[in-house]
């Protein structure tokens, strides 16, 4: 229940039937998973799953997979086992760091509330770690936030180009309005998204 984050599209076919063609090594793009596995339960409650898609079984899949994927050679959970956060890839060494863009701690509330029950209140306490994180990752002064970060929050210094408010990183605001505005109201979202306000009201 991981996904490859790229792949290389036959677009010579039916375009109703387009082949994919990904590479042996390619790997997931966690923010990729969560977003698959929020959408199937958000279409769950839209639609149902009555009909040719079970989505509740499946968005419950793909978030239980987060979690529960057992740690296989290179491999781990997206979610890592011990800091009990998201991690920037989940092989090898991108194991050991994190992507603030890739905390959403919104979703983490609708897999707790609609995903497998057993893990409900493991969903609650990785929403409120991220919460956290979203603050001790954040620019002091400025609130913007890196691309990559440690666990405890401090800009990965030995990735090029990505220790600043770059590629990633621009997505972040918006992951904590979404969930000022669906789950938390958390005070401490709010007070990041109006640092983002500030920062950038200089440039208009």
Do not use: C
């Not at 769950?44 to 979690?67: I, K």
């Not at 890592?80 to 090898?92: C, E, K, L, R, S």
């Amino acid at each position: 229940h991981y996904f490859r984050w790229q792949g290389t599209v036959d677009n010579t076919t039916n375009p109703q039937s387009w082949g994919v063609t990904y590479g042996a090594n390619t790997v997931p793009a966690p923010d990729g998973d969560e977003y698959f596995a929020a959408a199937l339960l958000l279409a769950h409650r839209r639609w149902g799953s009555d009909g040719a898609v079970n989505y509740l079984a499946e968005g419950q899949a793909v978030a239980s997979a987060m979690l529960r994927n057992p740690a296989s050679g290179t491999r781990f959970p997206i979610i890592h086992q011990t800091q009990n956060m998201v991690t920037f890839v989940p092989n090898g060494n991108s194991h050991n760091f994190s992507d603030p863009s890739y905390h959403l701690p919104a979703f983490y509330g609708l897999y707790a509330r609609d995903g497998a029950a057993e893990v409900a209140e493991k969903w609650r306490s990785v929403a409120e770690i991220s919460r956290a994180y979203l603050v001790t990752s954040a620019n002091a002064a400025t609130g913007l936030h890196p691309d990559y970060a440690s666990f405890t929050g401090v800009p990965t210094a030995n990735m090029q180009d990505h220790d600043d408010f770059r590629f990633d990183a621009w997505r972040v605001v918006m992951n904590m309005a979404v969930d000022y505005a669906w789950f938390s109201s958390d005070a401490s979202m709010k007070t990041q998204v109006e640092k983002y306000h500030s920062f950038f009201s200089k440039y208009l």
